[in-house]
């Protein structure tokens, strides 16, 4: 019993403490959570927005390196028109400048400046000397002219050196570049509101700028330096907006033949700007989350402390009830002790006995082992009890119980029902040698003289009746009915003895007379056959059934073949019982047929009546011809000794109906000593061996070489070998070793009525332990 719960209301225990720390961890784990999934996010955001501003670096930068190339090869071709005649460089060159978009006019000049020629009018007339020999070319053949000899702010001037019909290598041409053109490639692009692209000079001059407004003169807002001195063709840098103070991601890109830098910006604010209301969403979901995992945990807690009140008030209550609790269990427990032993000798009661010994025979049915169940009445008791008294009698009852203990196993279930009699059930009995020495040794101890009872030497004896398991009945209830009868069996046969219970015996008072004159009109309705089943070994498949006749008497019940077929047989029905039992056969296989379960054969006994007559033949084709079953699913069953009493004539039909596909199979073999050279001769495919053949067998090899050279006899005669009654493990495990075929028995199934075998058939095939 645990002590009462005292401590601080205020305080929190362990539970407590733990759900606490649970819901404070929670939250932990989600914050993080958010923190790593926002850090990817806005990695994400500026590697997507990177590789795009890249891209397009790219592209521009691309698109005016080939417009530079264009001013190149105008340059060629102004020098393929000098050359060639003076009179059509005018014309020519006008058209190429009207037929290209790119450029506004193009001026010729000579080493010293002076204008020669000029696609339009506007343009300079004169070049300085500064212009003309700049101090830094970048690549010496082309250079943008300094703002101040722009003529028009949109039209940038290019100049480059080139060779005159003179042969002189100091005249120019000046190309403008018309930089609506490239405002028009990028108008339908969306830089957004702070994105930028911008054109440089390798000297640093901003030439022109892009952005959402579209093409305006450059601000000069941004320190463009370490762009220009860094040796890298393209990358990537931040630059700082000195006007707004804010930062601008900056992605530039070189020219290869070409002294100009193309650089794309747009401000971080701005590519962050998704990534930002992601995020504010983000936390403001963790709050509200957090918030109520905090308003949870409050509640939570609250609840367990109202809980924690509740439990000590019952704890103080359980102090108080736990005395009478188990003042309560131990009484229940001596009930129970009194409810299943018998008061007097100490004993398992009837109703005990019957639950333990139908635990143990189910496992006995399991392992495949005897169970026997002894009834014990005491001869003379009540003589005794009535001349001595009832306090001798008891004592004689106890002295009983205590030779019982002394004598039997533990393992073993002894019972008192009532009165002066006794139930056992012997355990881990695997011969039926076992259960008699040990039923001789009960009637040995419970006969000697009872000196301890007042001195006067009592004697009685006991009348013992056996009943085997799983002979005799597969239920305890009938076991028990069955020992009974046993009983009464061995008091009549003398008193001081045991007596097996046999089931011709049981019938045996029926009035035969009786029995006569109702079974001529009650064959129809109240025969049955039940199947016991024929496993193949080794893999304990079915293989066939044998069709067992039962009279089910509506006062007797069940009547066993002992009592039915002598009956029969005197009556002269065996013809009729043979015809009903070969309805009952058919229509059990038409049933198989129709719920498409593997057929197997069914086995019918046939008498020696009816193999003298040629009824047999003539009832098999008859009924096969009707229920339009395949001949091979009926075999014959024809005993051994009746088979030495048969003609010619009538080993001719037995031939016959195996050529008609009907199987034979002869029974009992080795009952009367036929020559296996005889069976050669004979139309049989299958032997049963008879039952004194494997009743006393051993787990040995050694003691049944007879048994051993009979079934490889007949296989090499090529017959199949069964055996029937097959009823312990040790049985099985020596037909295996011997090289038997099949095998039948209780150990494996009793005989079964329609139902039972519907059963069994449903139940999937799992192979025997043993």
């Known amino acids: 019993m645990n002590p009462p719960l005292e401590r601080n209301p205020a305080s929190l225990n362990a539970p407590q403490w733990g759900v606490a720390v649970f819901a404070l961890l929670l939250i932990g784990i989600v914050w993080l959570f958010t923190f790593i999934q926002l850090r990817d996010s806005r990695e994400q955001a500026l590697a997507m927005q990177s590789t795009a501003l890249v891209n397009l670096s790219f592209i521009v930068a691309e698109n005016l390196e080939q417009v530079l190339d264009r001013a190149k090869t105008l340059r060629i071709l102004v020098q393929g028109f000098q050359q060639d005649a003076q009179l059509r460089v005018n014309s020519d060159m006008s058209a190429v400048i009207l037929s290209d978009p790119v450029f506004n006019r193009l001026s010729l000049y000579d080493d010293l400046g002076h204008l020669r020629y000029s696609t339009s009018p506007g343009t300079l007339t004169y070049l300085e000397s500064e212009w003309r020999y700049p101090d830094a070319r970048g690549s010496g053949d082309l250079w943008v002219l300094p703002r101040s000899a722009w003529q028009h702010p949109w039209s940038m001037p290019l100049l480059m050196p080139y060779t005159a019909d003179t042969g002189s290598q100091h005249s120019f041409l000046l190309l403008e570049l018309d930089l609506g053109y490239l405002l028009r490639l990028y108008q339908n692009l969306d830089l957004g509101a702070q994105a930028s692209i911008h054109i440089l000079t390798s000297t640093g001059d901003e030439l022109s700028q892009v952005d959402q ?77 957090s918030l109520v995992v905090l308003i949870g945990l409050g509640w939570l807690l609250w609840m367990m402390h109202g809980r924690e009140t509740h439990l000590r008030a019952l704890q103080h209550s359980e102090q108080r009830s736990q005395a009478l609790l188990e003042r309560l269990q131990r009484e229940h427990r001596k009930t129970l002790e009194a409810a299943s032993r018998d008061a007097l000798t100490g004993l398992y009661n009837r109703r005990l006995f019957l639950e333990l010994a139908h635990s143990h025979l189910l496992g006995a049915k399991r392992q495949g082992r005897f169970a026997a169940v002894v009834f014990i009445d005491l001869d003379r008791f009540k003589s005794i009890n009535d001349t001595l008294g009832h306090k001798v009698g008891d004592q004689l009852l106890q002295s009983v119980s205590r030779r019982l203990n002394n004598t039997l196993r533990e393992s073993d279930i002894i019972s008192r029902f009532g009165g002066d009699e006794f139930v056992l059930m012997l355990t881990g009995v695997r011969r039926r040698e076992d259960i008699e020495h040990r039923a001789g040794e009960l009637v040995s101890a419970l006969s000697a003289p009872y000196d301890e009872l007042q001195g006067s030497g009592l004697s009685t004896s006991p009348s013992i009746g056996i009943a085997l398991s799983p002979q005799d009945g597969m239920e305890i209830d009938t076991l028990v009915k069955h020992a009974d009868i046993a009983m009464y069996t061995a008091k009549r046969a003398g008193r001081g003895r045991y007596a097996f219970f046999d089931a011709a015996l049981n019938h045996q008072e029926l009035n035969a007379a009786d029995l006569e004159q109702q079974l001529p009109g009650v064959l129809e309705q109240q025969l049955r056959i039940h199947l016991q089943p024929r496993l193949s070994l080794p893999g304990y498949q079915l293989c066939g059934f044998e069709a067992l006749v039962r009279w089910d008497h509506p006062e007797f019940g069940l009547l066993p073949p002992s009592q039915l077929l002598p009956l029969t047989e005197s009556l002269g029905l065996m013809p009729a019982l043979t015809r009903q039992v070969l309805e009952q056969a058919c229509e059990q296989l038409m049933q198989w047929l129709a719920e498409q379960v593997p057929m197997v054969p069914v086995a019918l006994n046939v008498s020696l009546s009816m193999l003298n007559g040629p009824e047999l033949s003539r009832q098999l084709k008859a009924a096969i011809e009707r229920y339009e079953i395949d001949p091979a699913w009926l075999e014959l069953e024809v005993n051994e000794r009746d088979l030495k009493q048969l003609g010619a004539e009538h080993l001719g039909q037995l031939h016959e109906l195996r050529e008609f596909g009907i199987g034979l199979t002869l029974d009992d073999f080795g009952s009367s000593g036929l020559d296996p050279e005889e069976i050669r001769r004979l139309p049989f495919s299958r032997i049963k061996l008879d039952r004194s053949f494997i009743r006393d067998i051993r787990n040995s090899f050694d003691d049944n070489v007879l048994l051993s050279a009979t079934i490889s006899v007949a296989q090499r005669l090529g017959l199949k070998v069964a055996a029937k009654g097959v009823e312990t493990p040790d049985q099985l495990v020596y037909l295996k070793l011997a090289g038997c075929d099949e095998v039948q028995g209780h150990l494996f199934s009793r005989a079964l009525n329609a139902e039972e075998v519907q059963q069994y058939r449903q139940q999937p095939e799992q192979e025997l332990v043993v």
């Open 213 to 289: 407004s579209g093409l305006v003169m450059a601000k000069g807002n941004f320190d463009n330096s370490v762009i220009l001195r860094t040796r890298l063709r393209h990358g990537q840098l931040t630059a700082l907006d000195r006007e707004r103070g804010q930062p601008f991601a900056s992605f530039f890109y070189h020219l290869e033949s070409f002294p100009f830098v193309v650089v794309v910006r747009q401000a971080e604010s701005e590519i962050l700007a998704p990534y930002r209301e992601q995020r504010s969403i983000y936390i403001f979901t963790v709050l509200m989350l």
